[in-house]
C-alpha cells in the first residue's frame, strides 16, 4: 500500500495539469477569434467610412456652358503692303519714319535718278539719229519712184532697154525696205525711251494705300540692287482691322468653319475679350516640332488701335453654346444608358438626394457636353442634389474616355 501512494497522487497531478492547459488553449482560441472578428469589424467600418468620405454632394445649377476648342494666334493687319524700289540705286531721301500716317499717292522716298536720267537723254538722242535718217531714206525713196515711173514711161517707146528698167524697179525697193526697217527701228527706240521714263518715274517711290509706317528697312545713303528681288523699304499698314493667325492642331481643325466665332485675350491685356469669327482656315499646314497645325485667319475690329502687330493671343473657338440651362459637372453624370435614340440627348442613371433625404435613382438626358460640364435636358430640375461616389466617376470617366480633351497647345 505505502508502494502505490506515490503513483496515485502523480497521477492526480498530471489531470490537474492536463486541465490547465486546455482551459489555457481554449481561452487562446476564444482571445483569437475575439481578434479576428475586432480586425475583420474594423476593415469593414474603415471600407464603409471610406465610401462615405468618397460621397459627394453636388448641387444642379443654371447658367451657360460652351464647348471650345483652345488655339494661339499672331496679330497682324489685314490689309497691309510692303513698299519696295523697281530700280536699283542710292536712296537719296526718305520722307516718313515708323509711326507716321500716310495717304495715297504721298511721296515716300527718292532714289538717285541720274544715271535713269542719263539713260533718258541717249534714248532722245538715239531717236532724234532715225528720225533724222528716215526723212534722208523718205526722200531717197521719192526720188527712186520718180526715177522708176520715168523708166516705166521711156520703156513704152523702146527708148531705154527692159534691163535698165528692171534696175530702176530695185533700186526703188530697195529704199522703200530702207524706209521700213528705220520705221521699226524708231518704234524700238520709243519703246526703249518709254521704258526708260517708267524707271526714271520709279525713283519716285509714293504710297499705295492710306496707313501708318509699320516699317522702314532702308536708310538714307543706302545703295539698293533691284537687278534680282524687289528691295523693301517701308511696310504700310491698315490697323483698322486685324487679323489673328491662330495655329489650330490638325486633330480640331475639322471642328471649325468660316464662321465660327471666336473669343481672344492678349497677353497684355488679358481681362478684356475681344469677338470675332474665323474668316479663312488656310489649307496648307505648318508642321512645327512634327505637330502638324493649320492657321485660322480671324477679323477684328480695331478702331480704338488697342490690338498691335504682333502681339500673342490666347483664341477660344466657340464650337456650341447652350444658354440658360441646368448644368451638372461631367463627373456626376454616373453610368450611360444604352439606348438607340439620343434624339432627345444621351441618357445616364444618377442618384439623387430628395427633399426627404432619400436616395433615389434617375434617368437624365444630356445635352452638350464638354470635358467639365454637362447640360441636363431632361430628369433633373435646378437646385436638386446629385450624389456622386467614386463608382459612379469612373463609370462616367470610361464612357467618356472616348472625348478629347480640349485645352491650348503647350
Known amino acids: 500500500m505505502c508502494k502505490l501512494r506515490p503513483l496515485a497522487f502523480r497521477s492526480s497531478l498530471d489531470g490537474s495539469m492536463m486541465k490547465k492547459k486546455a482551459k489555457t488553449i481554449f481561452w487562446i482560441l ?43 494666334g499672331k496679330l497682324e493687319p ?51 539719229s532715225l528720225n533724222a535718217q528716215l526723212q534722208q531714206q523718205t526722200a531717197q525713196m521719192e526720188f527712186d519712184r520718180l526715177q522708176y515711173e520715168r523708166a516705166q514711161k521711156l520703156a513704152k517707146t523702146d527708148a531705154i532697154a527692159q534691163s535698165e528698167l528692171e534696175e530702176k524697179e530695185k533700186i526703188l525697193k530697195v529704199s522703200q525696205a530702207t524706209v521700213a526697217a528705220l520705221n ?97 482656315i488656310l489649307p496648307t499646314p505648318q508642321i512645327v516640332n512634327d505637330v502638324v497645325l493649320y492657321n485660322a485667319l480671324i477679323d477684328v475690329d480695331n478702331k480704338d488701335g488697342q490690338l498691335m502687330n504682333g502681339m500673342s493671343t ?47 435613382e434617375r434617368q437624365i438626358r444630356v445635352g452638350l457636353r464638354t470635358r467639365t460640364q454637362a447640360e441636363i435636358r431632361s430628369g433633373l430640375e435646378e437646385g436638386e442634389k446629385v450624389i456622386v461616389t467614386g463608382e459612379s466617376s469612373a463609370a462616367t470617366a470610361r464612357a467618356g474616355g472616348g472625348m478629347r480633351m480640349m485645352g491650348p497647345r503647350l
Open 30 to 72: 476564444i482571445s483569437l477569434a475575439l481578434l479576428g472578428g475586432g480586425a475583420a469589424f474594423y476593415m469593414d467600418q474603415k471600407e464603409k467610412d471610406k465610401a462615405l468620405a468618397a460621397r459627394e454632394i453636388i448641387t444642379a445649377t443654371r447658367g451657360t456652358i460652351e464647348d471650345t476648342v483652345m488655339a494661339q
Open 78 to 128: 489685314k490689309d497691309y503692303v510692303d513698299v519696295g524700289a523697281q530700280v536699283s540705286g542710292q536712296i537719296t531721301k526718305l520722307y516718313f519714319d515708323i509711326g507716321d500716317m500716310v495717304k495715297i499717292g504721298d511721296l515716300l522716298a527718292e532714289i538717285d535718278p541720274k544715271t535713269y536720267e542719263s539713260i533718258l537723254e541717249g534714248d532722245n538722242a538715239r531717236l532724234d
Open 184 to 280: 521699226a527701228q524708231i518704234k524700238e527706240a520709243q519703246a526703249v525711251l518709254e521704258k526708260d521714263l517708267v524707271n526714271l518715274g520709279y525713283t519716285k517711290i509714293y504710297a499705295p494705300m492710306d496707313g501708318i509706317i509699320s516699317d522702314r528697312l532702308a536708310r538714307e545713303g543706302q545703295t539698293i540692287n533691284a537687278n534680282q528681288t524687289t528691295p523693301t523699304i517701308f511696310q504700310i499698314a491698315n490697323l483698322d482691322v486685324m487679323t489673328i493667325r491662330a495655329e489650330v492642331a490638325e486633330a480640331d481643325v475639322a471642328r471649325l468653319k468660316a464662321g465660327t466665332p471666336a473669343v481672344f485675350s492678349t497677353l497684355g491685356a488679358q481681362e478684356r475679350k475681344w469677338q470675332g469669327v474665323v474668316r479663312q
Open 314 to 360: 490666347q483664341v477660344s473657338f466657340v464650337i456650341a453654346r447652350a444658354e440658360d440651362v441646368v448644368i451638372l459637372p461631367t463627373r456626376a453624370l454616373g453610368a450611360p444608358v444604352k439606348n438607340k435614340d439620343q434624339s432627345a440627348g444621351r441618357a445616364y442613371i444618377i442618384t439623387v438626394l430628395t427633399s426627404q433625404g432619400k436616395e433615389e
